[in-house]
């Protein structure tokens, strides 16, 4: 596209005398997006450009792998040889994506800093996992991160993949959320419009490449909005609308106000977050795809700390964004419309990079954030494909099915819920809360299950079973406000400070706020795992119970006659063994004629 013909890339002199005329008659969730005022051409030039970049290099890394056989393990996990530089990037992308920036700028500008915890907690729950889990699954040579309950659990291991995979459909439409806000304040195109054509562009090339054109589109993605977005802060601060963000202080008049504060009766649910994004963060298969892709333990791990690494540095602009749109007075700029509020708070990234940036820096900032966004929901999508196609279609409904079918079924699976994915980003309007309740069903169900059959040798089916559905139960009775699900129970009330929510009939009225209650349901589902699980043990080792009891076939007896279990979470080539008694594989040889007629086997020694 050329400059030198003296309009810029997002020049909007010809569009604001429209929207000006036009914005009296808008209301504030109708400034954007609405046919009355045009289709920003553009705009719409520099989205093309972004988006064609990021296509081709998907292509691009399909076309690499073109000879290579197409199996579980290519398709899936790239071959496992992801390098260290394209993993670093690929692992900081997957969660630096249009929920992370957009949602953090959104509940900053809502809330404060002191409510934006799922940058911070996502961040840091890479630094968990690379500490504890990342080596263990790496050695263990899983495809996905449902493997370790399928090889241990059985067909009911297969139970896991179902949270985990919704999970990562949340995930997607969060993405595809913000994507579409982006797209209708550069574009004036419907928000509809934007999302869907956004989830077939990423389809198409995750449909061609698997996980190889995804970890290229991520390290393209990483480059753009970090340029995109370290180049237009310094422009939006310094903007004449925008007030000093450091100026406006709280009642104590010492703290910035757009750090926000924790009334009392909220501290319940300021930890119940945090620790959901905290350890939520970590049973994550877009998170193990990229762990499981690395050649070694120990590159896993070091996958792990620099995404962490990542994160925490694309926290900042996205946190300082939502403090500047709180300190802008936007009738000083050229928004034709009030300062945001409600629904319209999601937008207010792309308004600062577009109406308190120069053009050519909004082209980069729009067009990067926008193409950037669109390369994290192939990760989310894939993901959730793999465990569905892997780990319930094979190991439930087809356990014989050979390699290329698990691939159709994949294929299948990528396109259903990519129309899933869609369907919620267009319904759902608060990216944040979505970005947030992807983290729930992983924080209450999968966390614990996935910590004890990695470290516990006891954990069982009988366990796993009845703490997952007790575990969702609970969780569902308690309600969640997003779902439209009412609260049936509650674990206990905070009460605020004394008349801090009056009424007419108690002018001393507190207010209140829940307890934890995701964390204890988390605990609730850990305790009952452990008793279910011992308790199973103890009365079949015991002989309480006869064997021909064991309704799940977890356990059996070794040939001295101790009790053990029948399944490991190991893979079941890694180990040889005889009665849970590991021996050396004997050397062989085939001795016979080479036709039809039967030979013999001679022992040669020992491995």
């Not at 649910?269 to 298969?285: C, K």
């Not at 465990?387 to 990528?414: D, H, S, T």
């Not at 209650?517 to 002989?543: D, N, P, Q, W």
């Not at 050397?587 to 022992?603: C, P, T």
Request: hydrophobic share 45%; proline share 4%.
């Amino acid at each position: 596209m050329s400059m030198s013909e003296g309009q810029a890339p997002l020049d909007l002199t010809g569009l604001t005398s429209t929207m000006a005329t036009t914005a009296a008659n808008l209301t504030s969730e109708e400034c954007f997006g609405s046919s009355e005022l045009g289709v920003n051409v553009g705009g719409l030039v520099a989205i093309i450009v972004f988006y064609v970049a990021v296509l081709l290099v998907g292509i691009w890394a399909s076309w690499r792998t073109r000879k290579e056989e197409q199996n579980q393990e290519q398709v899936m996990l790239a071959g496992r040889d992801i390098g260290l530089f394209v993993g670093v990037l690929t692992m900081g992308a997957t969660w630096v994506g249009g929920g992370f920036i957009n949602g953090s700028a959104q509940e900053t500008y809502n809330a404060g800093l002191i409510w934006t915890q799922a940058p911070f907690g996502y961040a840091m729950s890479l630094f968990i996992s690379g500490t504890f889990y990342a080596r263990k699954m790496r050695e263990a040579e899983y495809v996905t991160m449902i493997d370790p309950f399928t090889q241990k659990y059985g067909k009911w291991g297969a139970l896991q993949a179902l949270p985990a995979a919704v999970s990562e459909i949340f995930w997607s439409a969060s993405i595809l959320g913000a994507l579409g806000s982006t797209l209708q304040v550069i574009l004036n195109l419907d928000e509809k419009v934007s999302i869907i054509m956004s989830a077939v562009i990423a389809l198409g090339y995750t449909l061609l490449g698997g996980l190889i054109s995804v970890a290229y589109t991520d390290v393209i993605q990483i480059f753009f909005i970090a340029i995109g977005l370290f180049l237009a802060l310094p422009f939006a601060m310094t903007h004449e609308a925008v007030a000093n963000i450091y100026e406006d202080k709280m009642a104590d008049g010492v703290t910035p106000s757009w750090y926000g504060e924790i009334a009392p009766e909220d501290m319940g649910t300021w930890i119940d977050y945090a620790f959901l994004l905290l350890f939520g963060g970590i049973p994550w298969q877009c998170y193990y795809q990229r762990v499981l892709s690395s050649k070694t333990p120990a590159r896993a791990q070091m996958l792990s700390y620099g995404g962490a690494v990542i994160a925490l540095i694309m926290t900042g602009p996205s946190v300082l964004f939502g403090a500047v749109a709180r300190s802008t007075d936007w009738s000083k700029t050229d928004y034709p419309c009030p300062k945001p509020s409600g629904t319209t708070s999601k937008v207010v990234l792309p308004l600062c990079l577009q109406y308190l940036t120069p053009p050519v820096v909004a082209f980069f900032g729009l067009g990067a954030v926008s193409a950037a966004v669109m390369s994290s929901t192939d990760s989310s999508m894939l993901s959730a494909s793999t465990m569905i196609a892997r780990n319930f279609y094979q190991k439930v409904i087809r356990p014989k099915c050979g390699e290329k079918e698990v691939i159709y079924a994949l294929w299948v699976c990528i396109c259903i819920n990519c129309i899933i994915a869609t369907s919620l980003a267009i319904e759902y309007k608060s990216i944040y809360e979505l970005f947030v309740l992807c983290g729930d069903f992983m924080f209450v169900i999968v966390f614990p299950q996935l910590t004890l059959v990695l470290y516990w040798e006891l954990a069982n089916t009988y366990g796993s079973v009845v703490s997952f559905f007790i575990g969702i139960l609970l969780r569902l009775l308690c309600g969640d406000s997003l779902m439209g699900i009412p609260a049936t129970i509650s674990f206990g009330t905070i009460y605020g400070d004394e008349a801090s929510c009056p009424t007419d009939e108690d002018p001393l009225a507190a207010c209140t706020g829940p307890v934890p209650f995701r964390l204890i349901v988390t605990i609730i589902g850990t305790l009952i795992h452990f008793l279910f699980s011992y308790g199973a043990y103890t009365a079949f080792a015991k002989e309480w119970v006869s064997l021909d009891y064991d309704f799940f076939h977890c356990f059996k007896r070794d040939q001295d006659g101790e009790l053990v279990l029948t399944g490991s979470r190991h893979m079941e080539t890694e180990n040889y063994q005889l009665d849970d008694l590991k021996i050396p594989r004997p050397k062989v040889e085939y001795i016979g004629n080479g036709g039809e007629e039967k030979g013999a086997y001679k022992n040669s020694g020992y491995n």
